[in-house]
T-cell receptor, first 112, second 113 residues
Framework: NAGVTQTPKFQVLKTGQSMTLQCAQD?????MYWYRQDPGMGLRLIYY???????DKGEVPNGYNVSRLNKREFSLRLESAAPSQTSVYFC???????????FGDGTRLSIL | SQQGEEDPQALSIQEGENATMNCSYK?????LQWYRQNSGRGLVHLIL?????REKHSGRLRVTLDTSKKSSSLLITASRAADTASYFC?????????????FGKGTKLSVKP
Protein backbone atom coordinates (compact mmCIF):
# COMPACT_ATOMS: atom_id res chain seq x y z
CA ASN A 1 0.00 0.00 0.00
CA ALA A 2 1.37 3.38 -1.03
CA GLY A 3 -0.93 5.35 1.30
CA VAL A 4 -0.93 9.02 0.29
CA THR A 5 1.21 9.93 -2.70
CA GLN A 6 2.13 13.50 -3.57
CA THR A 7 3.74 14.71 -6.79
CA PRO A 8 6.02 16.42 -7.43
CA LYS A 9 8.33 16.20 -4.39
CA PHE A 10 10.16 19.43 -5.25
CA GLN A 11 9.34 22.36 -7.52
CA VAL A 12 10.78 25.80 -8.21
CA LEU A 13 8.53 28.37 -9.84
CA LYS A 14 8.84 31.96 -10.90
CA THR A 15 6.42 34.56 -9.60
CA GLY A 16 3.26 34.53 -11.67
CA GLN A 17 3.59 30.97 -12.92
CA SER A 18 0.88 28.43 -12.26
CA MET A 19 1.08 24.83 -11.22
CA THR A 20 -0.96 21.98 -9.82
CA LEU A 21 0.08 19.78 -6.93
CA GLN A 22 -1.25 16.27 -7.16
CA CYS A 23 -2.37 13.99 -4.35
CA ALA A 24 -3.74 10.48 -4.50
CA GLN A 25 -4.70 8.00 -1.77
CA ASP A 26 -5.32 4.30 -2.10
CA UNK A 27 -7.04 3.68 1.25
CA UNK A 28 -10.62 4.34 0.07
CA UNK A 29 -10.77 7.36 2.37
CA UNK A 30 -13.66 9.78 2.12
CA UNK A 31 -12.01 12.98 3.33
CA MET A 32 -8.90 14.70 1.98
CA TYR A 33 -6.99 17.79 3.07
CA TRP A 34 -4.33 20.22 1.89
CA TYR A 35 -2.05 21.91 4.43
CA ARG A 36 0.93 24.17 4.22
CA GLN A 37 3.82 24.16 6.69
CA ASP A 38 6.12 27.11 7.11
CA PRO A 39 9.32 27.18 9.23
CA GLY A 40 8.57 27.17 12.94
CA MET A 41 4.87 26.83 12.29
CA GLY A 42 2.43 24.04 12.61
CA LEU A 43 0.34 22.97 9.68
CA ARG A 44 -2.32 25.33 8.40
CA LEU A 45 -5.32 24.03 6.50
CA ILE A 46 -5.76 25.43 3.00
CA TYR A 47 -8.75 23.46 1.67
CA TYR A 48 -10.45 20.21 2.47
CA UNK A 49 -12.91 17.82 0.89
CA UNK A 50 -15.11 16.02 3.39
CA UNK A 51 -16.43 13.70 0.71
CA UNK A 52 -16.26 13.20 -3.03
CA UNK A 53 -17.94 16.13 -4.75
CA UNK A 54 -17.49 18.64 -1.94
CA UNK A 55 -14.73 21.11 -1.12
CA ASP A 56 -14.47 23.76 1.59
CA LYS A 57 -12.07 26.53 2.52
CA GLY A 58 -9.73 26.14 5.44
CA GLU A 59 -7.77 28.73 7.34
CA VAL A 60 -5.59 30.05 4.48
CA PRO A 61 -7.39 29.52 1.11
CA ASN A 62 -6.42 32.75 -0.67
CA GLY A 63 -4.40 32.19 -3.81
CA TYR A 64 -5.34 28.52 -4.11
CA ASN A 65 -7.99 26.39 -5.78
CA VAL A 66 -8.73 22.70 -5.38
CA SER A 67 -10.39 19.92 -7.31
CA ARG A 68 -11.65 16.64 -5.91
CA LEU A 69 -11.26 14.75 -9.14
CA ASN A 70 -12.65 11.48 -7.76
CA LYS A 71 -12.56 9.64 -4.46
CA ARG A 72 -8.82 8.96 -4.77
CA GLU A 73 -7.47 12.28 -6.04
CA PHE A 74 -7.42 15.81 -4.64
CA SER A 75 -5.37 18.45 -6.43
CA LEU A 76 -4.23 21.91 -5.33
CA ARG A 77 -3.70 24.64 -7.90
CA LEU A 78 -1.74 27.86 -7.64
CA GLU A 79 -3.03 30.11 -10.43
CA SER A 80 -0.43 32.89 -10.10
CA ALA A 81 2.34 31.91 -7.72
CA ALA A 82 3.67 34.47 -5.24
CA PRO A 83 6.82 34.29 -3.06
CA SER A 84 4.57 34.14 0.04
CA GLN A 85 3.42 30.73 -1.19
CA THR A 86 6.91 29.27 -0.76
CA SER A 87 6.23 26.44 1.64
CA VAL A 88 5.99 22.71 2.13
CA TYR A 89 2.59 21.41 1.12
CA PHE A 90 1.09 18.29 2.66
CA CYS A 91 -1.87 16.29 1.55
CA UNK A 92 -3.72 14.08 4.04
CA UNK A 93 -6.70 11.77 4.04
CA UNK A 94 -8.96 10.08 6.54
CA UNK A 95 -11.75 7.55 6.38
CA UNK A 96 -14.21 9.92 8.00
CA UNK A 97 -14.29 13.01 10.16
CA UNK A 98 -12.37 12.95 13.46
CA UNK A 99 -10.42 9.82 12.56
CA UNK A 100 -6.60 9.95 12.37
CA UNK A 101 -5.24 11.51 9.23
CA UNK A 102 -2.68 9.88 6.95
CA PHE A 103 -0.14 12.21 5.39
CA GLY A 104 1.95 12.22 2.26
CA ASP A 105 5.61 13.20 2.41
CA GLY A 106 5.01 16.68 1.06
CA THR A 107 5.84 18.89 -1.90
CA ARG A 108 8.60 21.43 -1.29
CA LEU A 109 7.71 24.48 -3.35
CA SER A 110 9.93 27.53 -3.85
CA ILE A 111 8.71 30.61 -5.66
CA LEU A 112 11.32 33.09 -6.80
CA SER B 1 -7.02 30.52 14.66
CA GLN B 2 -4.48 28.67 16.79
CA GLN B 3 -6.09 25.94 18.81
CA GLY B 4 -3.31 23.78 20.18
CA GLU B 5 -0.09 25.18 21.56
CA GLU B 6 2.77 22.86 22.51
CA ASP B 7 5.26 23.44 25.27
CA PRO B 8 8.25 23.41 25.28
CA GLN B 9 9.14 24.48 21.76
CA ALA B 10 12.32 22.41 21.93
CA LEU B 11 13.52 19.64 24.21
CA SER B 12 16.92 17.94 24.32
CA ILE B 13 17.44 14.80 26.40
CA GLN B 14 19.74 11.79 26.65
CA GLU B 15 18.76 8.37 25.41
CA GLY B 16 16.93 6.45 28.11
CA GLU B 17 15.39 9.52 29.71
CA ASN B 18 11.69 10.32 29.59
CA ALA B 19 10.35 13.16 27.45
CA THR B 20 7.22 15.10 28.33
CA MET B 21 5.48 17.50 25.98
CA ASN B 22 2.43 19.55 26.78
CA CYS B 23 -0.39 20.91 24.68
CA SER B 24 -2.95 23.54 25.61
CA TYR B 25 -6.05 24.32 23.60
CA LYS B 26 -8.75 26.96 23.71
CA UNK B 27 -12.19 25.55 22.98
CA UNK B 28 -14.18 22.43 23.78
CA UNK B 29 -13.08 19.39 21.83
CA UNK B 30 -14.32 15.89 21.19
CA UNK B 31 -10.85 14.48 20.69
CA LEU B 32 -7.18 15.43 20.66
CA GLN B 33 -4.56 13.81 18.47
CA TRP B 34 -0.78 13.63 18.63
CA TYR B 35 1.42 13.33 15.56
CA ARG B 36 5.14 12.87 14.96
CA GLN B 37 7.10 14.35 12.08
CA ASN B 38 10.58 13.15 11.22
CA SER B 39 12.78 15.60 9.35
CA GLY B 40 11.76 15.91 5.72
CA ARG B 41 8.76 13.59 6.07
CA GLY B 42 5.03 13.82 6.51
CA LEU B 43 3.22 13.59 9.83
CA VAL B 44 2.50 10.22 11.35
CA HIS B 45 -0.43 9.72 13.68
CA LEU B 46 0.57 8.49 17.15
CA ILE B 47 -2.49 8.46 19.34
CA LEU B 48 -6.03 9.83 19.60
CA UNK B 49 -7.66 10.50 22.95
CA UNK B 50 -11.35 11.25 23.21
CA UNK B 51 -12.81 13.91 25.48
CA UNK B 52 -14.27 11.29 27.84
CA UNK B 53 -10.87 9.61 28.30
CA ARG B 54 -8.29 10.77 30.82
CA GLU B 55 -5.33 8.61 29.87
CA LYS B 56 -4.26 6.40 27.00
CA HIS B 57 -1.22 4.23 26.40
CA SER B 58 0.44 2.95 23.27
CA GLY B 59 3.75 1.18 23.71
CA ARG B 60 6.16 3.70 25.23
CA LEU B 61 3.69 6.54 24.75
CA ARG B 62 1.35 7.81 27.43
CA VAL B 63 -1.12 10.59 26.72
CA THR B 64 -3.23 12.37 29.32
CA LEU B 65 -6.12 14.75 28.78
CA ASP B 66 -7.48 17.25 31.29
CA THR B 67 -10.55 18.88 29.75
CA SER B 68 -11.06 21.14 32.79
CA LYS B 69 -7.64 22.69 32.16
CA LYS B 70 -7.88 22.30 28.39
CA SER B 71 -4.52 20.59 28.29
CA SER B 72 -2.90 17.34 27.24
CA SER B 73 0.51 15.82 27.74
CA LEU B 74 2.52 13.28 25.77
CA LEU B 75 5.07 11.22 27.67
CA ILE B 76 7.65 9.14 25.84
CA THR B 77 9.35 6.74 28.22
CA ALA B 78 12.87 5.35 27.82
CA SER B 79 13.53 7.54 24.81
CA ARG B 80 15.67 6.42 21.89
CA ALA B 81 17.64 8.34 19.28
CA ALA B 82 14.97 7.28 16.78
CA ASP B 83 12.42 9.33 18.75
CA THR B 84 14.15 12.49 17.54
CA ALA B 85 11.40 14.34 15.68
CA SER B 86 8.86 17.13 16.01
CA TYR B 87 5.66 16.34 17.87
CA PHE B 88 2.36 18.09 17.22
CA CYS B 89 -0.97 18.08 18.94
CA UNK B 90 -4.08 18.64 16.84
CA UNK B 91 -7.70 19.28 17.65
CA UNK B 92 -10.87 19.77 15.63
CA UNK B 93 -12.03 23.39 15.46
CA UNK B 94 -14.88 24.26 17.76
CA UNK B 95 -18.02 22.57 16.49
CA UNK B 96 -16.06 20.89 13.73
CA UNK B 97 -17.21 17.50 12.56
CA UNK B 98 -15.68 17.11 9.12
CA UNK B 99 -12.30 15.97 10.29
CA UNK B 100 -10.30 19.11 9.64
CA UNK B 101 -7.72 19.67 12.36
CA UNK B 102 -5.93 22.64 13.83
CA PHE B 103 -2.30 21.92 14.63
CA GLY B 104 -0.02 23.52 17.17
CA LYS B 105 3.49 24.69 16.28
CA GLY B 106 5.09 21.57 17.67
CA THR B 107 7.79 20.49 20.08
CA LYS B 108 11.13 19.63 18.55
CA LEU B 109 12.59 16.69 20.46
CA SER B 110 16.26 15.78 20.21
CA VAL B 111 17.39 12.52 21.83
CA LYS B 112 21.14 12.22 22.09
CA PRO B 113 22.76 8.78 22.08
Amino acid sequence: NAGVTQTPKFQVLKTGQSMTLQCAQDMNHNSMYWYRQDPGMGLRLIYYSASEGTTDKGEVPNGYNVSRLNKREFSLRLESAAPSQTSVYFCASTLQGNQPQHFGDGTRLSIL
Amino acid sequence: SQQGEEDPQALSIQEGENATMNCSYKTSINNLQWYRQNSGRGLVHLILIRSNEREKHSGRLRVTLDTSKKSSSLLITASRAADTASYFCATPPYGGSQGNLIFGKGTKLSVKP
